[in-house]
């Protein structure tokens, strides 16, 4: 499956931001999706999980109530809706696909088959 992430930008802090992220190639509802993001200087962090059929979702802890991850699998897409941005939510969002499904959704980025491109989100004090 192929990936497009999109939706980012320069944003003020306190703004919001929808992510999207469009799949091809294969059959979309097959693939738990996640959003990742990696900061300057900084490893590759889990943000959010959503499963097949949207029945289960995943959040880091630190960031749930301003993260929100849905799927429409008609449009093949996933998206994450960011709130209140902050300066440390300034990152390269990734999505990814993890055929496997079980549960808890995992987490590891390596667990994940595979991966957009990203997409930049820099949030300005």
């Known amino acids: 499956v192929q990936l497009q992430a999109s939706g980012g930008g320069l944003v003020q802090a306190g703004g919001s931001l929808r992510l999207s992220c469009a799949a091809s190639?294969?059959?979309?509802?097959?693939?738990?999706m996640g959003w990742f993001r990696q900061g300057p200087g900084k490893e590759r962090e889990f943000v959010a999980a959503?499963?097949?059929?949207?029945?289960?979702?995943a959040y880091i802890n630190s960031m749930k109530g301003r993260f929100t991850i849905s799927r429409d699998n008609a449009k093949n897409t996933v998206y994450l809706q960011i709130n209140s941005l902050e300066p440390e939510d300034t990152a390269v969002y990734y999505c990814?696909?993890?055929?496997?499904?079980?549960?808890?959704?995992?987490?590891?980025?390596?667990?994940?088959?595979?991966w957009g491109q990203g997409t930049l989100v820099t949030v300005s004090s």
């Open positions: 190639g294969d059959i979309f509802s097959l693939y738990t």
């Open positions: 990814a696909a993890d055929l496997y499904y079980g549960l808890p959704l995992r987490r590891i980025p390596g667990e994940y088959d595979y």
């Open positions: 959503i499963s097949p059929f949207a029945s289960t979702s």
